[in-house]
Each structure stands twice: as structure tokens, then as C-alpha cells.
């Protein structure tokens, strides 16, 4: 894999595999690896495998995104 993050399909979210790691998005970048977790990519996808896919109604995808924002100011 030498594309720059991992990225969801149209209308799903991504989770980060690392277990306890919160961190899901519609891409988890090389960078979200390095930093998170001081592996690479390729180590995650090693260790952890990939990305779990999920999906949101569209009336939970507001919460949901509001949800990814707030986790984010807390880091």
C-alpha cells in the first residue's frame, strides 16, 4: 500500500485497527500511525490488520460527526 492514508467508499466511515485507538474518519492517514501509535502503516497493517468499514444512518451521521469533534479537541 503506498497511497498516503487508508480511505473509506462513499457514505461508510473507517476505523483505526489498533485495539483502544478511537480514532475513525473517512481516512486515517500514514501521519495518524506515525504519531497515534509510533508505527508505520505497514506495521499497523502487520500487527492490527485493516480498517474496520461501518456505516451511519443519515440522520446519525450529524451526531456521529459531532461526536469525531469533540474527541478530537480532547487530543
Known amino acids: 500500500m503506498t497511497e498516503p492514508y487508508w480511505n473509506a467508499k462513499h457514505g ?22 506515525r504519531v497515534e501509535h509510533q508505527m508505520s502503516r505497514e506495521e499497523v497493517r502487520q500487527k492490527y490488520g485493516l480498517p474496520k468499514t461501518f456505516s451511519f444512518s443519515k440522520s446519525n451521521r450529524k451526531q456521529v460527526e459531532d461526536r469525531r469533534h469533540v474527541d478530537e479537541e480532547e487530543h
Open 12 to 33: 461508510e466511515y473507517i476505523k483505526c485497527p489498533v485495539e483502544g485507538c478511537k480514532h475513525f474518519g473517512i481516512i486515517i492517514t500514514k501521519a495518524h500511525c
